[in-house]
């Protein structure tokens, strides 16, 4: 069993920036692919961005790239999500996922079989 929790969610003007955090924990919680997904009021949850168990291998939403990074700290168990250039857009749940022990960076939410209970992100126009 694996058990993350995520943290760092708020509210932010249009512009700036956050950072989440996701700390794994429980058994291979530390070296499985991980990624963030959100959802929206109203809306599917999607795909946000994932990384390799090592770090080695990342992918991005088209919606995110060059604003979002994706990182880890495997001596730490924790996964990070840099937000910049935040826009209203951004704006929903914030969930982080583990798919299996050296997983990939997988995009597609069926992959992941943990997930955190979410934190909330608001950007204000």
């Known amino acids: 069993q694996v058990q993350l929790v995520e943290s760092g969610g708020g509210l932010v003007q249009a512009g700036g920036s956050l950072r989440l955090s996701c700390a794994a924990s429980?058994?291979?919680?530390?070296?499985?692919?991980m990624g963030w997904f959100r959802q929206a009021p109203g809306k599917e949850r999607e795909f946000v961005a994932a990384i390799n168990w090592s770090g080695g291998s990342t992918s991005y939403a088209d919606s995110v790239k060059g604003r979002f990074t994706i990182s880890r700290d495997n001596s730490k168990n924790t996964v990070y999500l840099q937000m910049n250039s935040l826009k209203p857009e951004d704006t929903a749940v914030y969930y982080c996922a583990a798919n299996r022990p050296h997983g990939s960076s997988s995009t597609e939410s069926l992959a992941y079989r943990y997930w955190g209970q979410g934190t909330q992100v608001t950007v204000s126009s």
């Open positions: 429980g058994r291979t919680g530390g070296s499985s692919g």
